[in-house]
């Protein structure tokens, strides 16, 4: 998957609020969507990302973005670390158990059944506008995430450093 081109459409379980349901493609497309990868469930660094996230949610959210997690976990094995130890995630984690969606998103290391982390932002059309994908060992910072969703949305040409506010080019 490359930045400019439409997403697939996929149907997956998922963990949200409790509850394991499928979600699909078409309930998420229509407005702003983060998508973002995670190697594993009860691991070191992916839940200092995920509680980052949820710390932000509402800000996301104001700029009428979703934040949609994923792994190649069960999504019975997100419940159970979920509902452990990240009670205040509240947007849905999607089980990747197929590996199809880190398989089309470049970040599945085949050998190890695993995602490397990814982060995607997809607009309300389901088109790929902004990847970044990075290592297992080091953490996302989620406020540069939102930085550059608030540039995406300006349509204009944002130079280095630009936070929400500041003129384009």
């Not at 349901?21 to 309930?27: D, N, P």
């Not at 990747?96 to 050998?111: K, N």
Request: proline share 3%; with cysteine.
């Amino acid at each position: 998957m490359k930045v400019g081109e439409t997403c697939a459409e996929f149907l997956l379980d998922a963990y949200h609020n409790g509850e394991i349901k499928k979600i699909s493609s078409k309930e998420i497309f229509g407005k702003w969507t983060l998508l973002f990868f995670y190697p594993r469930d009860f691991t070191f660094v992916c839940p200092t990302e995920l509680k980052s996230l949820a710390q932000n949610q509402d800000k996301f959210e104001s700029e009428n973005c979703q934040i949609i997690a994923v792994s190649t976990d069960s999504a019975y094995s997100h419940k159970a670390w979920f509902e452990r130890d990240l009670k205040d995630v509240k947007y849905p984690v999607l089980a990747d158990t197929a590996h199809t969606l880190s398989r089309q998103f470049g970040v599945l290391i085949e050998s190890e059944g695993t995602a490397l982390r990814g982060a995607f932002l997809i607009d309300p059309d389901g088109i790929l506008q902004y990847s970044a994908i990075s290592n297992l060992n080091v953490g996302r910072n989620i406020e540069d995430l939102l930085r550059v969703l608030e540039a995406l949305k300006t349509k204009g040409m944002c130079p280095a450093n630009w936070k929400k506010g500041d003129k384009t080019v």
